[in-house]
């Protein structure tokens, strides 16, 4: 009997461990192929940030924001509500401390605020990359952003019901591992 029980609780015990994980990519596929994608544009990072593991650092134009409310405190958690600019670039439509009831959205945290404004941390900050290609991509990318090119490098995230998706980088109107290889040849 006692084995029997042992064998029910361990069927259990894997069940889940199984569910869980499945249960996120469900999601993050279901965020990929409902959600509303918007065009983020970047902007160079500091040349002094060290590439950190298998991924780019990103920065977004859109994390700064105007406004005259000073009430927000240091990582506070805040709902970004977004719409597409005349180019189709995603900007900031307002933010706001209660999730809203329609639209697009995502939570952000606070990083500062100074006399331009809100400075946010958004939660797509990061590309990950096969670790063989991550360091030229974040090269090439700094590189790109940088240089002042006529062709804004942007990210595509597609985002539903308040998550987030990072499904990829634009450099050149080109996917970055695409960007990659070519400045590679």
Known sequence: ???????????????????????????????NDEGT????????????????????????????????????????????SIEKDSEGYARVKEVLREEPEEGDYFKAETYYFSTNGLHLSFPFDRFYMEESKAPQAEVAYRKYSAAKNPKPAYALVAIKDGQTYLKDVIVDDKPIREYVMEQQE
């Open 37 to 80: 994608v918007y065009k983020f544009k970047t902007q160079p990072i500091d040349p002094s940030d060290p590439f950190r593991g298998k991924y780019i650092t990103l920065r977004f134009e859109a994390e700064s924001f105007k406004t005259t409310d000073s009430l927000m405190d240091m990582r506070q958690d805040l709902y970004v």
């Open 1 to 31: 009997m006692k084995t029997k029980n042992m064998f029910i609780v361990f069927v259990v015990v894997a069940i889940v461990q199984a569910f869980v994980p499945l249960k996120m990519i469900y999601d993050t596929e279901k965020i």
